[in-house]
Nanobody
Framework: VQLQASGGGLMQAGGSLRLSCAASARSFNSYYTAWFRQAPGKEREFVAAIKWSGGTTVYADSMKGRSTISRDIAKNTMYLQLDRLKPGDTAVYYC???????????????????WGQGTLVTVSS
């Protein structure tokens, strides 16, 4: 599966942003797809995940209430809406997909087999 993330850029604190991840696959019915982020000098961090079939969502505790993950099945595209942006949201955001994922391991980056190239989000204060 090839994944293409887009939508990053330079943002002001307090603003909103929507990231997109276009995916190439005949069917994502067996997939979980997710967003991770990696800030400079830090480890990759889970943001949110969605089960393609049924739309079950999982969020990092730190992102609940400020982020919304969604998918458009017809477009094979996943989205991440980020609201009330903070400078601490500055990171490269990656989308990922995997088939060997259940709810309990959906936060683990090692569970995902396919990764996009990342899109940089910079939030200025």
């Amino acid at each position: 599966v090839q994944l293409q993330a887009s939508g990053g850029g330079l943002m002001q604190a307090g603003g909103s942003l929507r990231l997109s991840c276009a995916a190439s696959a005949r069917s994502f019915n067996s997939y979980y797809t997710a967003w991770f982020r990696q800030a400079p000098g830090k480890e990759r961090e889970f943001v949110a995940a969605i089960k393609w079939s049924g739309g079950t969502t999982v969020y990092a505790d730190s992102m609940k209430g400020r982020s919304t993950i969604s998918r458009d099945i017809a477009k094979n595209t996943m989205y991440l809406q980020l609201d009330r942006l903070k400078p601490g949201d500055t990171a490269v955001y990656y989308c990922a997909a995997g088939t060997r994922i259940i709810l309990s391991n959906s936060r683990n980056p090692e569970a995902y087999q396919d990764w996009g190239q990342g899109t940089l989000v910079t939030v200025s204060s």
